[in-house]
């Protein structure tokens, strides 16, 4: 190409570009333009955060009614007992007690889906099956929560605050591991009662340590009680976030990922 060519394809192009940068200046009224979309996309935004809270709203009337009796069960006996001035031995059974009690009524309410098969239904709709899962486990999980943390405050009066949260905590977290881990691991129509069953057996074991081994409850096997609910909380938040992947999946892992976790 010619020197004359290409200063003619220059001023071809520089034209071009003159005559896009004035249909690209701003128009008038621009700015109420920009002030308009933000409004709406704020009214939008509310709005969005108002269906959130009809969701968590849904998510609590949804919820089994018997599962809200259990908690009131747990808060109405912790303030007998100390109102009835309990033996310590009392209150640590009830301590111990309550939280796999708690846990079994919760997870029958968490994996309800998954025992009547419809977690591949609830991940094809809009709000999906992770999310109503973790609105189940928010709403229900908290409600269990607060009644062990009533109970714990209610027992303080008769042994101490360490011994209360080791003695409560404890069965609380083994509980809702291992039920979460059966939970996703058995047939889907034995989720809810593999659930029932591990959280029974807790139970029973500290019920039992309680009647037989009372040394399993005195002051010098705090650290015990402490590293068991340490490692009860690592196991339930690995199988937490196990449960909220089998709920994405629609409740349907493949052979190959079951493989896996089984190892």
């Keep these: 190409m010619r020197i004359v060519e290409k200063r003619q394809v220059e001023d071809v192009l520089r034209r071009h570009y003159r005559r896009e940068r004035r249909l690209a200046e701003e128009p008038p009224g621009r700015a109420e333009v920009v002030a308009a979309l933000a409004a709406a ?7 969005r955060a108002s269906r959130k809270g009809d969701f968590v709203r849904a998510a609590i009337k949804f919820s089994p009614r018997a599962f809200w009796a259990v908690p009131a ?18 209150v640590e059974a009830a ?13 029958t309410g968490v994996v309800r889906a998954r025992s009547c098969r419809m977690q591949e239904l609830e991940a094809s709709c809009p709000h999906n099956a992770v999310a109503v899962a973790c609105a189940r486990l928010a709403v229900l999980g ?25 003695y409560a905590l404890a069965p ?8 979460l881990m059966l939970a996703r691991r058995v047939a889907a129509a034995d989720a ?13 074991l500290c019920l ?35 449960w909220l992947r089998l709920c994405a999946e629609g409740g349907a892992a493949s052979w190959s990922a079951a493989r896996a976790g089984a190892l």
């Design 41 to 47: 996309e704020a009214a939008q935004a509310a709005g």
């Design 73 to 90: 069960v747990v808060v109405v006996l912790s303030l007998v007992l100390a109102l009835a001035g309990a033996s310590a031995r009392e």
């Design 95 to 107: 301590l111990v007690s309550s939280g796999p009690v708690l846990v079994a009524a919760c997870l």
């Design 142 to 166: 908290g409600a269990a929560l607060l009644a062990l943390a009533f109970a714990c405050a209610a027992s303080l009066a008769v042994i101490p605050v360490g011994a209360a949260l080791a």
């Design 172 to 179: 609380y977290l083994i509980s809702a591991a291992g039920g």
């Design 192 to 204: 809810a009662a593999a659930a029932v069953a591990w959280s029974a057996g807790v139970c029973a």
């Design 208 to 242: 039992l340590l309680r009647a037989a081994l009372p040394g399993a409850y005195e002051a010098g096997t705090l650290g015990m009680w402490a590293a068991a609910s340490t490692a009860g909380a690592i196991w339930l938040a690995r199988e937490a976030v196990g």
